[in-house]
């Protein structure tokens, strides 16, 4: 119950704040803006739009998630609106969880109203109707919900540019881990090779939620890759949480 | 029962650089149910350090506290008491009445007792008529008062305010001292801290006094100033030359104004000496009275006394 006015409150926050309906409106013009880059046939068409949507989704999520996650506990801490609410009878990890909820809930709202979007801006143009962007959709929000957890786990020690920083850092490398497995095979080194591994294993695998190709160009996935990827997002996400509440915890404010 | 016990509480901020502070050093103290007590010392004293430990934002280095015979590390105490921070600051994007109504779900108080308790707090700091203001157009005086509300939504048995009485005009600060005062008559404990003198005298049952993280004195008022009754002023009706210059010899300071004489006397025995000269003559004593100590210069007193030890 505590967890969810916590987090009931921080959505509030958010959906009062006017940098989110900034970033929201930018988001839907730039998805409606897909429009004039009028490609030369029907389903090219078709194919620009879903891609451009996902895109877009994924791109204004990842702000979003970092922008207002590396303040989250900054911002409390720093006009010390805290001290109010840690001398209450509430647990630490409730605190914690309930501002990370919050912000889930505000990304899930954005992402729900870029999605009614997309399907009216390519229900308005091509006529169509397309269940399986659902699917992309939701592994876009299971790599949101990885982001926002890495942004609240460095806000809980550093300042909002630090872990805007680094957030966004692990955001490029995540999307590229499998390459540093590559790279190792190719060096045929044995320490590369178990350093890079070591970094595969501690950094967030992002490109397991990337199914965007697949399902702009309808090529079929694994349900074994699907359970896979949605098992790694949640439990990535629940470790970078008890990492939070054990720093969190320790805090003096 | 005692409301809280603190035991050789000690709080040191380790510092990058530089040597570590020590803030708390060794506190203890109780305070007891029911009484108001006034936790005074100067700028740096450790006053914050001490309250921010008890309502948990701070861990302690070493010691121990209670909060109604429960210790400060659980939660349980933090139900029954009410806090108020130094220099509060709320969510701005609330009105007062949708903050008190966050608050109170902290605590799961259930949604009508919370109407009701809400309206009663906004009748008892006067905030009615901006209840549903954005708190970012509040002054600090409104911020202070929508401070003190939260910290009573829960009906706490003790509340802990650190400077109550700071960022308020006269007005304000009579307001809050008799929602403080009533608080005791409700039974509940008061705990907090200031610099402001003359409130503490008037309001407080027992004081203490903390200076560099240490607790210098604690205890009623009467008694801490008792101790130090420097001079006595003597009032004297009209009175011939040959005894005023007897009696003169005898004051630290004698003035004659409208037939009557007015005499400073700096000890206990002195006053003997001249009751008994006046005895011989036809005078009369219209007045003895005991000079206290005013706190304040009590407690700069102890500042400056301190300060010279430490520089010895
Ligand atoms: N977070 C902190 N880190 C390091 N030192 C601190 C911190 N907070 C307070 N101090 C230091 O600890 C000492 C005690 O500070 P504290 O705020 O408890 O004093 P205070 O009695 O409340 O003073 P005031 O009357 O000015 O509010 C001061 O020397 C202060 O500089
Ligand atoms: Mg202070």
Redesign the interface.
Known sequence: ??VV??AL?TY??SI??KVLYGLVLFSIIFIGASRILKPLTIGEELKVTKDMGLASISFFGLLIAVFIGTRLLYEEIE???I?????????RWQFLLGKYIGLLLVILTVVIIMTLWIYLVLWLTTRTFDVTLLLGIFYIFLELMVITAISLFFSTFSTPIMSGLITFMLYFTGHLTRDILIFAELTKSRIVTIISHIIYFILPNLSNFNIKGEIVHKVPLETAFLLYSLSYGILYTIFLLLLSVIIFQ?R?? | MISVKIEELTKIYKRLFGKALKAVDHLTLSIEEGEIFGFLGPNGAGKTTTL?ML?????PTSGKAWILEKEIKE??P??K?G?L?E?????Q??SARELLH??G????IENGKRKKKIESLFALVGLEDVADQRIHSYSKGMIQRI?IA?SLINDPELVILDEPLSGLDPIGRKDVKDILLSLREEGKTVFFSTHILPDVEKICDRVGILIDGKLVKVGSLNELLKEEIKTIDITLSEIDEQILSEVRSLSAECIVKDRKVFLTIDSTKKVEQIQRVICRSNCRIISIIPQLKTLEEYFSHLVTHKDNKNRK
């Open positions: 119950m505590k006015t916590i409150n509030r926050e009062r704040d006009k010390k609106t001290y109010t609410i840690i001398s209450k009878p509430l647990k320790k003096d404010f | 921010k309502t948990g934002l701070l861990y939660i349980e933090k139900k008491i806090f921070p220099h509060p600051s709320f969510y994007h609330l966050f608050y779900a902290i605590f799961g401070g939260q």
